[in-house]
């Protein structure tokens, strides 16, 4: 009864809020529980950056065709359809370090299969969330991720301690199943999407939800909604903003999440089991500061206090700004409680910038919002192999260098190359971004 008294709309974000939580347990518990396998193996830094990295490469060659299908047969099938995949590969491969070629095979799997659902849930907003709730759904929606991080950093230690790293992948299938219950039971398309080809195309303008639960359709060119303007959108300035600050956001993301687990071991000499409740502390601020900007960001335009470009920038400008000198700073700090406060600082005002250019897909191309997010995505998941296979490299050749990896110097270059881009790719957004709509 609960379920059948919340509007549509806003039950199709808690579940995609719920969504990416579930996604980010599963990326964070990887990483967790292979670092532990394979410590316990001897497996070189380099060799754990590439196994490590696999994820992304299977992501990155999934996002566009994501969009792609999400526009053509709904974001609301992709989703589930991609969510059944990973879970199952989860449940059924063995993590075993020393069997590589299936552990590839299974990352590429599991990053293929994820790469459809971030695509797909913005197209699925983009149907079902008016224009004044975009900043706040969606930063909800995404703040799940660093929810769901913080829950693993937090939970999934002590699981891999008390029953094994295998334990992680089970427990990860079965959340993975459940929400596939829940999304199949609760999600619905946008009314009157009577043609599957009509599911992913442009709702979130032309049949708002309103009051009294009707929806009023404008008149939209057939031709125009089912042509996808690719030309114009890789040439697009503004869409090059938000692609060089997803690279940006996703580097600094995926380095941290990858890679703070061996750090603590390695750099401090501080096991993460030992460490409590602290070292979710970073993805928990992200999850605060993601949602305190999108309440920001509605008020903000709702009140007419700023442009929605002028509110997109500032936003960018001030988390990404904010969390390049906390990444830089991180090294400096030699105790786990002043790595805990600066990585907190770094990935919570990253977070904050999401208010900005994580949300510009819907302001530019409302009606292409999948399409839009796959090509961004697709570079933030090229961070993600950059980012976690360099580190590895760079690890490696400060451990030939020095021995081992306890000393700050050791791992400078790893956080400074985030703080830098961090400030070039702000001031990109900054000059090439804008909050109109320029694709109808």
């Not at 806003?10 to 990887?30: A, D, H, K, M, W």
């Not at 991720?145 to 939970?155: P, V």
């Not at 500061?289 to 442009?307: E, P, Q, W, Y």
Request: glycine share 8%.
């Amino acid at each position: 009864m609960g379920m059948a008294t919340i509007p549509t709309r806003y039950l199709i974000v808690i579940l995609t809020f719920i969504c990416t939580s579930v996604c980010y347990i599963e990326r964070v518990g990887f990483s967790i529980a292979y670092t532990v396998a394979a410590d316990a193996e001897g497996v070189s830094q380099s060799s754990k950056g590439t196994i490590l990295s696999t994820f992304y490469y299977g992501y990155a060659l999934s996002q566009v065709p994501g969009g792609w299908v999400a526009q053509k047969i709904g974001g609301r099938r992709v989703l589930l359809f991609s969510f059944i995949l990973w879970s199952l590969t989860c449940a059924l491969v063995p993590l075993d370090p020393n069997r590589v070629f299936t552990l590839i095979t299974a990352r590429l799997l599991v990053g293929v299969s994820q790469g459809f659902i971030f695509p797909s849930i913005h197209t699925v907003l983009a149907q079902w969330v008016p224009p004044h709730e975009r900043s706040r759904s969606v930063s909800l929606t995404t703040s799940g991720m660093y929810l769901g991080a913080a829950m693993g950093m937090l939970l999934l230690p002590s699981l891999v301690k008390f029953k094994g790293p295998q334990s992680v992948f089970l427990a990860e299938a079965a959340l993975g199943g459940m929400w596939s219950l829940l999304w199949f039971k609760f999600a619905s398309d946008p009314p009157r999407s009577q043609h599957p080809k009509a599911a992913a195309s442009g709702f979130g303008e032309s049949l708002l939800p309103v009051k009294d639960g009707q929806s009023q359709r404008t008149k939209t060119d057939k031709n125009q909604m089912t042509q996808i303007p690719w030309r114009r959108i890789f040439f697009s300035l503004p869409v090059w903003a938000i692609v060089a600050n997803n690279f940006t956001f996703h580097y600094a993301l995926y380095v941290l999440m990858n890679w703070l687990p061996t750090y603590f071991e390695l750099g401090l000499g501080s096991s993460l089991q030992e460490m409590g409740s602290s070292k979710m502390m970073p993805y928990l601020n992200m999850f605060l500061f993601s949602n305190i900007g999108g309440v920001i960001a509605d008020h903000v335009i709702t009140k007419r206090i700023m442009s929605v470009t002028n509110t997109r920038k500032v936003l960018n400008t001030v988390g990404f700004l904010v969390s390049s000198f906390a990444l830089i700073a991180i090294p400096h700090f030699r105790t786990p409680d002043g790595v805990v406060l600066c990585s907190s600082l770094a990935l919570g005002f990253l977070a904050l910038g999401r208010a900005g250019f994580a949300v510009n897909h819907m302001d530019i191309a409302p009606r292409y919002a999948g399409i839009v997010m796959g090509v961004s995505n697709t570079a933030g998941t090229l961070a993600g192999i950059i980012g976690v296979g360099l580190t590895g490299q760079l690890l490696e050749a400060s451990k030939a260098k020095d021995s081992d990896l306890s000393s700050p110097e050791s791992w400078k270059m790893v956080f400074f190359i985030p703080g830098l881009i961090c400030i070039l790719s702000s001031f990109v957004f900054l000059i090439f971004s804008t909050g109109e709509r320029i694709f109808d």
